[in-house]
């Protein structure tokens, strides 16, 4: 069964502004990981984040985690036309595998 | 350049015949794994290894079998292809799961008609 699910399932925003998508799971982790997957191509990672950590950042991306409450989010700010993909959470549970969720899909309109 | 390489990328086989997906790395990648990518259901872990000489299964191993005889090599077997296993197959690999993702190819889209 799917660790992760991704809320919203599709976003759609205007190129210069924030998209922002969660994931929940169910389990406790050892990390949480985040993809992005364009049209017809395979899964790019993009940030990790540890159990033990609360927020990360790489370049335009922002990423919190809230194990108390078993959820995270991603934060795209000041999105382009290259940032529509798919976006994909995924779980490591320390047993050698991760856990996908279904995937947000964003379309940032130009 | 370095990466996951997946052959082929394109396939259409007839209900009960048998392929062989192949997947190789060039990192010295010790973990690799086999997804399988449905429309709407993200993507479910068909099988494993955690080296080379080891395989696992994972969440949906039903009518597939996987080998790593080589470090570098996971392959994918269709025993009997069914319609059911139209899908998009990726394989992906990792050195450090706990620091580093996981790195994947670019697919192969298999219809079985």
């Known amino acids: 069964s799917q660790q992760g699910e991704e809320d919203p399932q599709a976003l759609s925003i205007q190129e210069g502004e924030n998209a922002t998508m969660n994931c929940s799971y169910k389990?406790?982790?050892?990390?949480l990981q985040w993809y992005r997957q364009n049209s017809g191509r395979g899964l790019v990672h993009l940030i990790l984040?540890?159990?033990?950590?609360r927020e990360k950042h790489s370049g335009r991306l922002r990423v919190t985690l809230d194990t108390s409450k078993k959820s995270s989010s991603l934060l795209i700010t000041a999105s382009r036309a290259a940032d529509t993909a798919s976006y994909f959470c995924a779980t490591d549970r320390n047993d050698y595998k991760l856990s996908f969720g279904a995937g947000t899909t964003v379309t940032v309109r130009a | 350049n370095a990466g996951v390489t997946q052959t082929p990328k394109f396939r259409v086989l007839k209900t009960g015949q048998s392929m062989t997906l192949l997947c190789a790395q060039d990192?010295?990648?010790?973990?690799m794994y086999w997804y399988r990518q449905d429309p709407g259901m993200g993507l479910r872990l068909i099988h494993y290894?955690?080296?080379?000489?080891?395989?696992a299964k994972g969440e949906v191993p039903d009518g597939y079998n996987v080998s790593r005889l080589k470090k570098q090599n996971f392959l994918l077997g269709l025993e009997s292809a069914a319609p059911s296993q139209t899908s998009v197959y990726f394989c992906?690999?990792?050195?450090?799961?706990?620091?580093?993702?996981?790195?994947f190819g670019s697919g192969t889209r298999l219809t079985v008609v």
């Open positions: 389990t406790s982790i050892n990390n």
């Open positions: 290894s955690v080296g080379e000489g080891t395989t």
């Open positions: 992906a690999s990792s050195g450090d799961r706990t620091d580093y993702g996981y790195t």
């Open positions: 990192m010295n990648h010790e973990y």
């Open positions: 984040i540890r159990s033990n950590e």
